[in-house]
């Protein structure tokens, strides 16, 4: 999944054009590839990639196929990838494990079908959401705004619908290690998204500063509202299997 007409989705399209560009690959698999946004983007940065991308929906094959035949697409459900192992060059997963039931599961598939990278980001909650969350007086303050309602606190300022967990960074680094993949980086973007009507480019540039900042304190970096994993499988121990 993508999205790109927000601040947000611009923060994530920066990370992950960052890997792609630094990621020498014939052969990409984008899961959960929606309308093929992504697929049309890594032809652009190499024309010679042979793209395939994947989706449970069948109304999201048929518009990517319209909107980029020259790839192919696949029926597929994430947990049971219809590849044999290492057959791409990178795998590309974003903003679909926190809707699949067995999120493990599935980050399992994207690593046994990757022949060395995998690039996969997830959602969580933004910096208001969290203040929200534990300050009673920002809670009150976006109450009255209407941000928050008393029957379903912080759905505007959450993930989002259709989520069924938060993966969190600090989740996946651990299941890396669990199917022996080297983390080649691991980033928690902050960003202070919330629903007011700003131009694109002022909340690009308000959550870029935020971001920078609050990655120089001495937190501990889990609580922002894109999680970003680049990770190589383990060639040797591949080889030795």
Wanted: positive net charge; proline residues 4%.
């Amino acid at each position: 999944m993508y999205c790109t007409g927000d601040a947000l989705g611009s923060q994530r399209l920066n990370c992950i054009l960052k890997a792609l560009r630094h990621i020498n690959a014939s052969h990409l698999l984008d899961v959960g590839c929606a309308e093929g946004f992504y697929l049309r983007l890594f032809r652009s940065l190499n024309p010679r990639c042979f793209g395939v991308g994947i989706d449970i929906s069948l109304s999201y094959i048929i518009k990517a196929k319209k909107k980029a035949p020259e790839e192919e697409y696949v029926l597929a459900d994430i947990e049971y990838l219809p590849f044999r192992d290492s057959f791409f060059d990178v795998v590309l997963c974003s903003e679909v494990l926190e809707h699949v039931f067995a999120p493990k599961t599935a980050f399992s598939e994207l690593v046994r079908v990757s022949k060395r990278f995998a690039i996969i980001t997830t959602p969580s909650h933004t910096l208001p959401y969290y203040l929200a969350e534990r300050l009673s007086f920002v809670r009150q303050l976006a109450l009255r705004k209407g941000f928050l309602s008393c029957n379903d606190a912080f759905k505007t300022l959450g993930p989002g619908g259709g989520h069924i967990s938060l993966i969190e960074v600090t989740q996946m680094e651990s299941w890396a290690l669990e199917v022996r993949c080297r983390v080649v980086e691991a980033r928690v973007l902050y960003t202070v998204g919330a629903p007011v009507k700003l131009p694109r480019s002022l909340w690009s540039l308000i959550n870029t500063l935020v971001d920078g900042f609050v990655n120089l304190l001495p937190l501990e970096k889990r609580k922002g509202a894109i999680h970003f994993v680049l990770i190589e499988k383990n060639l040797d121990s591949e080889r030795n299997e």
